[in-house]
């Protein structure tokens, strides 16, 4: 029973890790917009995403991905939290180096040329461009923070009660 119990909770906690870590991002950077205005998260009238917006996203997207990783180490364990941040890295890896591109530019095709002043966030956030050093440093983010989330769900590590002693004679 335990073999197959861990079966399903690797990929629940997969799953939900994953799920938890696009919410709490969602939300989060949804706030900052919010709060924010367009004139902090864009450069000028461009869909780029400015410098201060992209440092700012970093402490959203390290605290977003510490709770799926916190959230993902309680139900699968380690091996929820090995593949989540595999597919993190991959995907982050796949992004940064343009290999959406071909979906970015269809998502693109109606947007217009420079951004208008008043657009809703949901709008905004589709046609928004992240900077590739922005883009890398999520990678890292990502991986570091669902990490850092599991170790602190794993909690402390004991000491053995009966360690082994280095002569071998007791």
């Known amino acids: 029973m335990g073999c197959l119990l861990k079966l399903v909770r690797i ?3 997969l799953v939900l890790g994953f799920v938890v870590t696009a919410i709490m991002t969602f939300l ?3 706030a900052l917009m919010t709060l924010a205005g367009p004139g902090f998260c864009y450069e000028g009238s461009s869909w780029v995403a400015s ?3 992209c440092i700012t996203a970093i402490f959203v997207g390290l605290v977003a991905s ?3 990783g916190f959230v993902a180490m309680r139900i699968g364990g380690t091996g929820a939290i090995v593949i989540l941040c595999l597919f993190t890295a991959l995907l982050g890896t796949a992004g940064a180096l343009g290999l959406t591109k071909p979906a970015d530019e269809a998502r693109f095709a109606d947007r217009p ?3 208008p002043e008043e657009i ?3 709008a905004a956030a589709g046609w928004s461009e992240t900077p ?3 883009e890398w440093v999520n990678v890292g983010i990502g991986v570091v923070g669902a990490a850092l989330g599991a170790s602190v769900a794993r909690g402390p590590t004991h000491a053995r009660s009966n360690p082994r002693s280095k002569s071998g004679a007791e």
Do not use: K, Q
Request: hydrophobic share 35%; glycine share 24%; with cysteine.
């Open 66 to 68: 510490f709770t799926g």
């Open 132 to 134: 590739n050093w922005c």
């Open 113 to 115: 040329e420079t951004r």
């Open 11 to 13: 990929p629940a906690g």
């Open 51 to 53: 410098r201060d917006f």
């Open 120 to 122: 809703g966030i949901v």
């Open 28 to 30: 989060g950077l949804g």
